[in-house]
């Protein structure tokens, strides 16, 4: 769990994914929509991603990716995140965390 606090803790926005995951393809685009620069981290493509993994599974991710971080929180996966979106409280979020500048 302290790699992904440290993970987290190092940019506004982090997102847990799989390069093979199509929800996770749709939450990155709609952030880079947003003007966010997400730190991505593709699970499958890390040498340590099954470790990183098993702790998302100790915050309760089922499905695992995506998972969004927001200003070193957790917020949720992709239905978490578009809920959000369309309650239009995406995007303070993302102000809040230093993540958007507009």
Sequence with gaps: MDTVTRMVSSRPVVI??????????????????????????????????????QALLRLGRNPIVPAVFIGGEFVGGANEIISLHLQRSLQPMLKNAGALWV
């Design 16 to 53: 847990f994914s799989r390069s093979s995951c199509s929800m996770c393809h749709t939450i990155k685009s709609l952030l880079l929509e947003f003007g966010v620069n997400p730190a991505v981290y593709e699970l499958d493509e890390m040498t340590k991603g099954p470790e990183i993994e």
